[in-house]
Each structure stands twice: as structure tokens, then as C-alpha cells.
């Protein structure tokens, strides 16, 4: 194959020639990917040719789209009827044999394929324990178990594995095979990373470890949640759902034990005349400052559309920010139709943005991930629609942080779900900081002899090397900061109001 060079330029229009680059380097990646293929063996080459046709479709995508993925200037504010609050939905509790109706059309999917790295885990992040010895699959099961149980019906849990996270969870998901509640799993597909400068994967093979099976290496990765459509599809888990009388599923991130079942939205999904059965549901919940970086709805070209701070022109991405102006923010809490999956999937018709992710390997290679997002496909959806939901429906645990304020006494913990006590005066959160000595779970959990009281706590800062005693009460504000080569223990039985507790452990009121 001839190499293009800057002479070309002459013998056309810049346009000719950015077509004709386009062109070789798709043709460069077919070359690869066919190879890739001849070296797996029949063991994994039918399973990876599905992921290519998958990949390839994705990276010729990404070679026509220059610049920002929206035009600003198109931008509106979604029309009201677009987005409905949650309490114009009605409370009133139905029959309970209505419940169980509408329950038997659900499947749950749980996003799975992430790692707990960032917090110092190995394995998948779903086996974090984040409450009386409870993990975020074992919350899950509990609280759709608790749902059957209670009105008689069958929801099955289904999740969505990477292939960094499908063989631990499969070891773990033998302590369930003698409950009741079915539990599907399929697999995300595997991509291969992408050399940025020759746009061509870094992998020579698939590659087999000691035990047979392909070693995928920092050579591949999952591509993102947006994947969930067609690993759906290609597993054949789709047509299972459907023949089992499944219409929805309440997609949702398994680190966010806000996301349960809900049966006001479900009633509102199962409930509508066929013409205008709503495909796509988005949960959205009011921006705070910590969310501005958060995706929003928005209308553009008469379509309602997630807009992410990705796909914000640089000139514009302190407005995306601002709360006054996109108030709202998308929590990935998903209710889809799956024969509109099927349907878009049959017609090649389901449109979502490339994310381009940019990483630097060990040894300093400079690679992209072409990645999808799963809100993304709302506008190819029929009627979809956004629902404006409580906060309490958005509890992810992404740090540390996050993770004391679940094990704390604001939370009580109740078949699998949690609520804010009752005990506490206001329905905020507090606003919790731990500082890098608190990072990894290990070293979190080292730090306290005991979860402080945290009932009548506004704001809590910790920096440094610090612990915390049994029976401690912090309420109000409080900020801890112990020096470079202090240490501060928090005597057990200690209450803190308003104080801030430096490296000398003087302690002042403020």
C-alpha cells in the first residue's frame, strides 16, 4: 500500500486528501484486526470477530468526526414536558397483585465491569464490602430478592461483566445458586488499544496464559457502558428476556446503592397505550457543585440528547458548568425498552458519540480508547423522556469518602437498601473529604476503631496521618490536619463540634 505524503496536497482539495488518509488508515486497521484474528485459534476467534465488527464500526466513526461532537450555537434547553418531576408521578400503592404484574415485565442490569483500583482493591469493585460485611452484589441481590419475596414476582438480576471483572464474579456468584433469584451474566466486548501516533493496535496476539485462556493485557480494554446494546444482543440474552415476557430493563451502576427498583416509574413505563410507550427513561437529580462536571440533557436538532463535558467546546465548558444554567445531571439510572433495543440493533440504527479516552501505558506509550456511553443512545429512542428524581436515588461510592458516609449512622440498612436515618434533622449528606492517607480501602478501614457518630455532622476535612478511636461524635465542622511527620489519634469517646485539630492537636472553637 503507497504511503500518503504532504505532495499529495497539491493534486487536490484538503478534503480529497483527508479522505484518502481516512481510507488507509481503516484499511491499515482491517489489515490488523484480520490478523489478530488468524492468531486467536478457534477457542476465541468467533467471539472476537463479533467484538472487531463491533470496533471497526466504532473506528470508522472516529475518522469522520473532527472537532467538537456538537455545534453550541443548536444548543436548548429540553421542553418542559421532556423532563417531568418525579412527584407528578403519583403515590399511591397499587394492588399488590398490579405490582407483581408490572415486576414480571422488569430485568435489572447492573453495570459490572469495573475494577476497585482506584480505591486499592484488586478484582471487581462490586466486592467491596461497603456495609456490615455486605459487598455491592450482595446489597443487590438482597434488595431485588426482597421485591420478588414481597409481591410474589420475578425479577432477574443480570450484569453486565468485563472481562477484567467475569471470572472473579463468576466464583463469587456460587453462593447464590441456591436462592431463588435468577442471576444472568454476559460479557462486555474487548477492543484493542490504539497507538496514537500510528492509529494501529498495539497488540500483536490474543495471546493464551497457563491455563488456556486469552490473556487480553493492558492491550485491551472494555469500551465503555455504551457497549451494553450490542453485548445485550450478540449474547442472545436479549431474545431470552423477550420470550420470558420482559419488556424493560432498570439499567444502573452497581456502585450506586441509590439505584433500586422503582415502582412509580415502572408503573408510569408498563402503563402507557402502545403509541406512546416511552423506549428510553433518563434519571436525572438537581446539580450541586460537585456535579458540574456531570452530563445534562439538552435539545438539539429537535432530539432530546445527553451532553457530555467531553463533547463542550473549550470556550464553552464554564458554562456547561454553571448550575444556573444546567440545573439538572444525569445519574446513569436507565429505564430502556428491549424490543427498542432489538429494533435499533436489527435496523443498524442506534447512534452514539465516540469517546476518545487518552492513556499512557507503563513505559510511557500514548494510547486511545474509543468508549461509548450508554445515555448516550436516548436520542435514537422513541418518546424518551428524563424524570427529575430525588437525590437519594444518586449514592455512588467512588472514594473513600464515599464509603464512610454509607457505613455511617446516616444511613439505615434495610433489605439491601439504604435510607437516610430518620434521626438526622436534614436530608443533605454532609460534604466528607479524606485526604490520600484514607485512599485505599485497607487504609481507610485501618483508621477507625469504629464509624464516628456523623448524625449532626455539616462538613468533615482530614488531611495527613490521622486515626480515629472508638465511640467518636462529629458534628457541625470539622476539619483535621495533621503536619508532615505528626501523627493525630482521636481519642475514643471524643466529641468534636466545630473545631479544627491541627498537628499540635490544639484544639479551637470557630
Same mark, same amino acid.
Given at each position: 500500500?503507497?504511503?500518503?505524503?504532504v #505532495?499529495?496536497?497539491?493534486?487536490?482539495?484538503?478534503?480529497?486528501?483527508?479522505?484518502?488518509?481516512?481510507?488507509?488508515?481503516?484499511?491499515?486497521? *482491517?489489515?490488523e484486526l484480520?490478523?489478530l484474528l488468524?492468531?486467536?485459534?478457534?477457542?476465541?476467534?468467533?467471539?472476537?470477530?463479533?467484538?472487531f465488527e463491533? $470496533?471497526?464500526?466504532?473506528?470508522q466513526?472516529? &475518522?469522520?468526526?473532527?472537532?467538537?461532537?456538537?455545534?453550541?450555537?443548536? %444548543?436548548?434547553?429540553?421542553?418542559?414536558?421532556?423532563?417531568?418531576?418525579? #412527584?407528578s408521578?403519583?403515590?399511591? #400503592?397499587?394492588?399488590?397483585?398490579?405490582?407483581?404484574?408490572?415486576?414480571?415485565?422488569?430485568?435489572?442490569?447492573?453495570?459490572?465491569g469495573?475494577?476497585?483500583?482506584?480505591?486499592?482493591?484488586k478484582?471487581?469493585?462490586?466486592?467491596?464490602?461497603?456495609?456490615? +460485611?455486605?459487598?455491592? &452484589?450482595?446489597?443487590?441481590?438482597?434488595?431485588? +430478592?426482597?421485591?420478588?419475596?414481597?409481591?410474589?414476582?420475578?425479577?432477574?438480576?443480570?450484569l453486565?461483566?468485563s472481562?477484567?471483572?467475569d471470572?472473579?464474579?463468576?466464583? /463469587?456468584? &456460587?453462593?447464590?445458586?441456591?436462592?431463588?433469584?435468577?442471576?444472568?451474566?454476559?460479557?462486555?466486548?474487548?477492543?484493542?488499544? /490504539?497507538?496514537? #501516533?500510528?492509529?494501529?493496535?498495539?497488540?500483536?496476539?490474543?495471546?493464551?496464559n497457563a491455563n488456556?485462556?486469552?490473556?487480553?493485557? @493492558?492491550?485491551?480494554?472494555?469500551p465503555?457502558?455504551?457497549?451494553?446494546?450490542?453485548?445485550?444482543y450478540?449474547?442472545?440474552?436479549?431474545?431470552?428476556?423477550?420470550?420470558?415476557?420482559?419488556?424493560?430493563?432498570?439499567?444502573?451502576?452497581?456502585?450506586?446503592?441509590?439505584?433500586?427498583?422503582?415502582l412509580? %416509574?415502572?408503573?408510569?413505563?408498563?402503563?402507557?397505550?402502545? =403509541?406512546?410507550? *416511552?423506549?428510553?427513561v433518563?434519571?436525572?437529580?438537581?446539580?450541586?457543585?460537585?456535579?458540574?462536571?456531570?452530563?445534562?440533557l /439538552?435539545?438539539?436538532?429537535?432530539r432530546?440528547?445527553?451532553?457530555?463535558?467531553?463533547?463542550?467546546?473549550?470556550?464553552?465548558?464554564?458554562?456547561?458548568k454553571?448550575?444556573?444554567?444546567?440545573?439538572i445531571f444525569?445519574?446513569?439510572?436507565?429505564?430502556?425498552?428491549?424490543?427498542? !433495543?432489538?429494533?435499533? /440493533?436489527? =435496523?443498524?440504527?442506534? =447512534?452514539? @458519540?465516540?469517546?476518545?479516552?487518552?492513556?499512557?501505558?507503563?513505559?510511557?506509550?500514548?494510547? !486511545?480508547?474509543l468508549?461509548?456511553?450508554?445515555?448516550?443512545?436516548?436520542?435514537?429512542?422513541?418518546?424518551?423522556?428524563?424524570i427529575?428524581?430525588?437525590?437519594?436515588? $444518586?449514592?455512588?461510592?467512588?472514594?473513600?469518602?464515599?464509603?464512610?458516609?454509607?457505613?455511617?449512622?446516616?444511613?439505615?440498612?434495610?433489605?439491601?437498601?439504604?435510607?437516610?436515618?430518620?434521626?438526622?434533622?436534614?436530608?443533605?449528606?454532609?460534604?466528607?473529604?479524606?485526604?490520600?492517607s484514607?485512599?485505599?480501602?485497607?487504609?481507610?478501614?485501618?483508621?477507625? =476503631?469504629?464509624?464516628?457518630?456523623?448524625? @449532626?455532622?455539616?462538613?468533615?476535612?482530614?488531611?495527613?496521618?490521622?486515626?480515629?478511636?472508638?465511640?467518636?461524635?462529629l458534628?457541625?465542622?470539622?476539619?483535621i490536619?495533621?503536619?508532615?511527620?505528626?501523627?493525630?489519634? %482521636?481519642?475514643?469517646?471524643?466529641?468534636?463540634?466545630?473545631?479544627?485539630?491541627?498537628?499540635?492537636l490544639?484544639i479551637?472553637?470557630?
Amino acid at each position: 500500500m503507497s504511503t500518503l505524503t504532504v #505532495e499529495d496536497l497539491t493534486t487536490g482539495a484538503m478534503t480529497e486528501f483527508q479522505e484518502k488518509l481516512r481510507k488507509q488508515h481503516e484499511e491499515s486497521m *482491517c489489515k490488523e484486526l484480520d490478523e489478530l484474528l488468524a492468531s486467536s485459534g478457534d477457542a476465541h476467534g468467533q467471539n472476537s470477530k463479533k467484538d472487531f465488527e463491533g $470496533f471497526k464500526r466504532l473506528f470508522q466513526r472516529f &475518522l469522520q468526526v473532527k472537532g467538537p461532537a456538537v455545534d453550541w450555537a443548536k %444548543i436548548s434547553r429540553p421542553p418542559e414536558d421532556a423532563i417531568v418531576s418525579y #412527584e407528578s408521578m403519583g403515590a399511591e #400503592e397499587p394492588p399488590a397483585k398490579d405490582v407483581a404484574s408490572c415486576l414480571n415485565k422488569l430485568a435489572v442490569v447492573k453495570l459490572n465491569g469495573g475494577l476497585g483500583t482506584s480505591m486499592g482493591c484488586k478484582g471487581p469493585k462490586s466486592l467491596i464490602s461497603v456495609r456490615n +460485611e455486605n459487598t455491592f &452484589l450482595d446489597l443487590t441481590v438482597k434488595q431485588i +430478592e426482597h421485591l420478588n419475596k414481597t409481591y410474589d414476582a420475578d425479577v432477574p438480576l443480570v450484569l453486565m461483566n468485563s472481562f477484567n471483572t467475569d471470572q472473579e464474579t463468576q466464583k /463469587i456468584l &456460587l453462593k447464590y445458586k441456591h436462592h431463588r433469584l435468577k442471576i444472568h451474566t454476559f460479557n462486555q466486548s474487548r477492543y484493542p488499544r /490504539i497507538n496514537k #501516533e500510528s492509529l494501529l493496535p498495539i497488540a500483536k496476539s490474543l495471546g493464551l496464559n497457563a491455563n488456556g485462556n486469552a490473556d487480553w493485557g @493492558e492491550a485491551w480494554y472494555p469500551p465503555g457502558h455504551g457497549d451494553i446494546y450490542a453485548s445485550l444482543y450478540n449474547s442472545g440474552l436479549l431474545e431470552r428476556l423477550l420470550a420470558e415476557g420482559k419488556e424493560y430493563i432498570f439499567v444502573s451502576n452497581i456502585d450506586n446503592l441509590g439505584a433500586t427498583v422503582d415502582l412509580r %416509574i415502572l408503573r408510569r413505563l408498563v402503563g402507557q397505550s402502545a =403509541d406512546k410507550r *416511552c423506549e428510553f427513561v433518563m434519571e436525572v437529580t438537581d446539580k450541586t457543585r460537585a456535579d458540574v462536571k456531570g452530563g445534562t440533557l /439538552i435539545r438539539y436538532e429537535d432530539r432530546l440528547r445527553l451532553l457530555e463535558i467531553a463533547q463542550v467546546p473549550k470556550d464553552h465548558v464554564d458554562e456547561f458548568k454553571s448550575v444556573s444554567k444546567f440545573k439538572i445531571f444525569n445519574t446513569n439510572n436507565l429505564w430502556i425498552s428491549l424490543s427498542a !433495543i432489538k429494533r435499533l /440493533i436489527d =435496523d443498524s440504527a442506534l =447512534d452514539m @458519540e465516540v469517546i476518545v479516552n487518552h492513556k499512557t501505558l507503563e513505559g510511557g506509550l500514548n494510547v !486511545i480508547q474509543l468508549e461509548t456511553a450508554v445515555g448516550a443512545a436516548i436520542k435514537s429512542f422513541r418518546n424518551a423522556m428524563g424524570i427529575n428524581v430525588p437525590r437519594s436515588r $444518586f449514592l455512588p461510592v467512588k472514594t473513600s469518602s464515599d464509603l464512610l458516609l454509607v457505613m455511617s449512622n446516616l444511613y439505615s440498612l434495610e433489605a439491601g437498601s439504604l435510607t437516610i436515618s430518620r434521626k438526622r434533622e436534614f436530608l443533605t449528606t454532609p460534604h466528607v473529604k479524606l485526604g490520600s492517607s484514607f485512599t485505599k480501602v485497607q487504609d481507610f478501614l485501618a483508621r477507625f =476503631d469504629s464509624i464516628p457518630d456523623m448524625l @449532626e455532622l455539616d462538613h468533615l476535612t482530614v488531611s495527613g496521618d490521622v486515626t480515629f478511636g472508638k465511640n467518636v461524635s462529629l458534628k457541625g465542622t470539622v476539619i483535621i490536619i495533621a503536619n508532615h511527620g505528626d501523627r493525630i489519634d %482521636i481519642p475514643a469517646g471524643a466529641m468534636l463540634e466545630n473545631k479544627i485539630v491541627s498537628g499540635n492537636l490544639r484544639i479551637f472553637d470557630h
